[in-house]
C-alpha cells in the first residue's frame, strides 16, 4: 500500500509524462535521477514507480532500451558478462532495467540493455557500437522514441555517434579492440569495434555539445518538454527526428559537431 508520498510522486511523475508526445510502444530511455534524490522514498520504490508508469504509457507491447555501457573494461583483462557485468555510470535507472527479464547487446564497452516485446532484437548486433546492424540501426528501424529524464539530451544523444559513423566524419575512425565475453557459458575472445577520435591531432567537440541539432528540432516541434512539480525535467523525441536534422546539418558542415576544423593532414597523409 503506498503512503501519501510515494501516491503524490506517482501522480507527479504520471502526470508530467502524459505530457510528452510518446505515441509508440518502442521507447530509449536514458536519466539522471539526482533531482529527486533528496525525496524521502527509497531508491527502490522510485525506480520501480518511473519504469512502472514509462510502461503504462507504452501499453502491453512496449519495448524499453537503455545504456548498459561499461567503458571501465576498456584496457583490461575483466570478461563481459552480458548478464552480469553491471552497467557503469549510466545511472540507476539503466541498471535497475538491466536486472530485470532483459536482453543485452554483446559490446563490452557500448551495449544497450532491453526489455519488452522487441528485446530480441539484441540479441543479434554487429560487432560494432555504431552503424549499420547495430543497436542504434535497430531502434532507428523500429521507430523508437528517445526520452530523457533529468538531463537535457543534447548532452546525452549517443545516437549522434551512429549518425557520425555512417556519415564517415574524417575525425574518427573504427579501432578493433579485442576482449574476453561470456556467451552460452563459455568464455572466448571476440574481436569487437567502436568509432573513435583520432589522437595525433588535436579535436574538440562544440562546447554546447548537440545544442545546435536539439534548436532546429525544437523548432519544428519535434523536441517535446515536462516537468515535474519537484523540478525533474523530461524530454522526448522521435530517433528519426534527430536523425534526420543531424544527417542534414552534417551534410552541409561534417564538421559541425566540433568546434572548429582539425588538421587533418597528418591523419590522412597517406
Not at 575472445?189 to 548537440?210: C, E
Request: aromatic share 12%.
Amino acid at each position: 500500500m503506498k503512503n501519501k508520498l510515494t501516491e503524490n510522486f506517482n501522480n507527479d511523475f504520471s502526470k508530467a509524462l502524459k505530457t510528452l508526445k510518446i505515441k509508440n510502444e518502442n521507447l530509449y530511455v536514458t536519466s539522471n535521477l539526482i533531482k529527486i534524490s533528496n525525496i524521502r522514498i527509497k531508491k527502490e520504490i522510485k525506480l520501480k514507480i518511473i519504469l512502472d508508469e514509462i510502461i503504462k504509457k507504452l501499453g502491453i507491447n512496449y519495448t524499453i532500451f537503455a545504456p548498459g555501457s561499461t567503458f571501465n573494461l576498456v584496457n583490461t583483462d575483466i570478461i563481459f558478462d552480458p548478464i552480469k557485468t553491471e552497467t557503469y555510470k549510466m545511472g540507476p535507472l539503466s541498471e535497475f532495467i538491466r536486472k530485470k527479464k532483459s536482453s543485452r547487446s554483446l559490446h563490452p564497452y557500448w551495449s544497450i540493455v532491453g526489455i519488452g516485446k522487441k528485446r530480441k532484437l539484441l540479441d543479434k548486433v554487429s560487432s560494432h557500437s555504431y552503424g549499420y546492424g547495430s543497436p542504434w540501426s535497430k531502434m532507428l528501424d523500429g521507430d523508437f522514441t528517445q526520452l530523457n529524464i533529468g538531463m537535457h539530451p543534447s548532452k546525452a544523444v549517443t545516437l549522434i555517434h551512429h549518425i557520425e559513423t555512417i556519415m564517415g566524419v574524417p575525425y574518427r575512425f573504427s579501432k578493433e579492440f579485442t576482449h574476453s565475453v561470456r556467451l552460452n557459458n563459455k568464455i572466448i575472445r571476440k574481436n569487437f569495434h567502436m568509432s573513435v577520435f583520432y589522437k595525433s591531432t588535436p579535436i574538440q567537440k562544440k562546447i554546447k555539445l548537440n545544442e545546435h541539432f536539439f534548436l532546429q528540432l525544437k523548432k519544428k516541434g519535434e523536441l517535446n518538454y515536462a516537468k515535474t512539480s519537484s523540478g525533474l525535467e523530461m524530454w522526448s523525441f522521435k530517433m528519426k527526428d534527430f536523425f534526420n536534422t543531424a544527417t542534414k546539418i552534417l551534410s552541409q558542415d561534417i564538421y559541425s559537431y566540433l568546434e572548429q576544423k582539425p588538421n587533418l593532414k597528418k591523419v590522412h597523409k597517406n
